[in-house]
């Protein structure tokens, strides 16, 4: 099947969740025999959009990707309006005016994308202008591929227009397809919880971590950005209070650090690390932990589950509650006291440990990307004709 | 197709101007916060008790905002699940049998 991809950065440089998930999708798709064209800007950089990648065609994998110019966004203008938009709702000017400031706005892509003849173009994420210009010209073969969670642009009429534009809707998670069902009222537009796939990781050894660097005896791992929009502020506050009453694991964040970051000299950093690096840091943890609020899909979770690790997540991010009693690979926590409460008991059983690990490997074993593949299938082909 | 007709140049005013037309009318109203309300006050003790005010809403917008988002999920979702139960009794009602 020939199947356009529109994603607002695309590439092994990009740092961002949704980005590396269209990447990894695209090219699994290719791997399964179909033709994936990915049209997307000449940016790394998600606010600025600055050039990184030179414009032009270029082949990735098996995967065909084009690269557009972009025009200079507003990124302080776009923060000032959906600073107002969120509590101020419902005004089409401005929603419009958010779009473009916001961008990546390129009328080149725009063009290019209209001129061609793909059997289905699908659009990654509701929230950026890639998806937001591509789905009028292309709504009779328009998939959308929301990436949703509670926040203030999915209320947004635009947002409504382009979730009731697409002709289909794939998901991660079961939860985030009833977020988007119940706000933008879509029940009625075909949907597939499509979620991903993991790539085979290496062989684990903690030993090899704590050759490489010095680790709290006993700790909780966070994998992932370091940063406070991902909770990990108040990952660090909760984690302080379990200290302060006796908890014996120490906290290791791993990941980049976003700039702004205060982390307390308790707290062990690693700073970016690579796939051997993350898989002997897993096979040394007790517990990964999952601060983040707001998640559409947690491959973390998925990852330390087939290392055979526990979880400890935040429940307040639906996704990962519900991936959570699904997989019966760990526990929830709703606030600072309960993050004590839950992390001293996986810290003291052991065997509790052992079997919620267990438990996780089962579930996240089905998570291959030949699944994935097949789900896409389901979801593109009645719109093969 | 929208945006522009044959070659021309897609205009993205034109394109959210399509999705606004998609969009339609919301399952439910939205909620809304409004804008601090100018002091009752004249001359500068007026203006600075302004000022005041809507510097402490732009402080607060990103967690007011946050809250208002849960709200608006917590809402819609209620609604949903009622129209879902509403539909499932209805579907019942029409198997039941006769009543006596």
Redesign the interface.
């Given at each position: 099947m020939d199947i356009a991809f529109v994603v607002q950065r695309y590439g092994a440089e990009v740092a961002g969740g949704a980005e590396a998930l269209c990447r990894d999708t695209a090219r699994a798709l290719v791997r399964a025999g179909e033709d994936v064209t990915v049209y997307t800007t000449t940016a790394r950089d998600y606010l600025s959009w600055e050039p990184f990648y030179p414009p032009g065609n270029w082949v990735d994998d098996g995967v065909v990707v084009r690269r557009f110019a972009v025009d200079p966004p507003d990124p302080a203008r776009a923060a000032d309006l959906v600073r107002h938009l969120g509590l101020v709702p419902g005004d089409p000017e401005r929603e419009g005016e958010w779009a473009k400031a916001q961008g990546p706005v390129s009328r080149d892509m725009l063009r290019a994308l209209r001129g061609a003849g793909h059997q289905a173009v699908v659009c990654w994420t509701y929230l950026y202008a890639t998806s937001q210009l591509a789905m009028p010209l292309v709504r009779d073969r328009a998939v959308l591929v929301p990436l949703a969670h509670e926040e203030p642009m999915l209320r947004f009429d635009l947002t409504r227009g382009v979730l009731r534009m697409a002709r289909a809707l794939a998901f991660m998670a079961p939860e985030e397809r009833r977020l988007v069902e119940d706000t933008a009222g879509v029940e009625g537009t075909p949907g597939v919880v499509v979620g991903a796939g993991l790539d085979p990781a290496p062989d684990g050894d903690a030993h090899r971590a704590r050759r490489a660097r010095a680790l709290p005896q006993r700790f909780a791992l966070y994998l992932g950005r370091v940063d406070a929009a991902k909770g990990v502020d108040a990952l660090i506050r909760a984690h302080a209070g379990y200290r302060e009453a006796g908890g014996p694991l120490g906290l290791v964040l791993a990941g980049r650090e976003a700039p702004g970051m205060r982390i307390p000299d308790w707290v062990t950093t690693t700073g970016f690390i690579g796939d051997d690096e993350r898989a002997d840091l897993l096979d040394a943890a007790e517990v990964v932990v999952l601060p983040s609020p707001y998640e559409s899909l947690s491959l973390v979770a998925l990852e330390a589950w087939r290392a055979g690790r526990p979880t400890l997540g935040n429940a307040r991010a639906q996704v990962v509650a519900g991936q959570t009693a699904r997989s019966g690979g760990g526990l929830l926590y709703t606030g600072p006291v309960t993050y004590g409460r839950q992390l001293n008991r996986l810290a003291g059983d052991p065997r509790e440990r052992r079997d919620m690990g267990d438990s996780g490997r089962r579930f996240a074993a089905g998570w291959t990307w030949d699944a994935c593949v097949g789900r896409w299938r389901e979801l593109l082909t009645p719109l093969r004709a | 197709?929208?945006?522009a007709p044959g070659d021309a140049?897609?205009d993205?005013?034109v394109?959210?101007e399509?999705?606004?037309?998609?969009?339609?009318d919301?399952?439910l109203p939205?909620l809304?916060?409004?804008?601090p309300a100018p002091s009752a006050r004249d001359g500068v003790s007026g203006k600075a008790v302004g000022s005041s005010r809507r510097a402490v809403m732009?402080l607060i917008?990103?967690a007011?905002?946050?809250l208002?988002?849960?709200l608006?999920?917590d809402r819609?979702?209620m609604?949903?699940e009622i129209r879902r139960l509403e539909a499932r009794v209805a579907q019942l009602e029409k198997y039941a049998p006769p009543e006596d």
């Open positions: - | 197709m929208s945006g140049e897609p993205p005013d394109l959210l399509d999705l606004r037309r998609a969009a339609g919301p399952p939205p809304r916060i409004a804008e732009r917008t990103p007011l905002a946050d208002l988002a849960q608006e999920a819609h979702r609604q949903a």
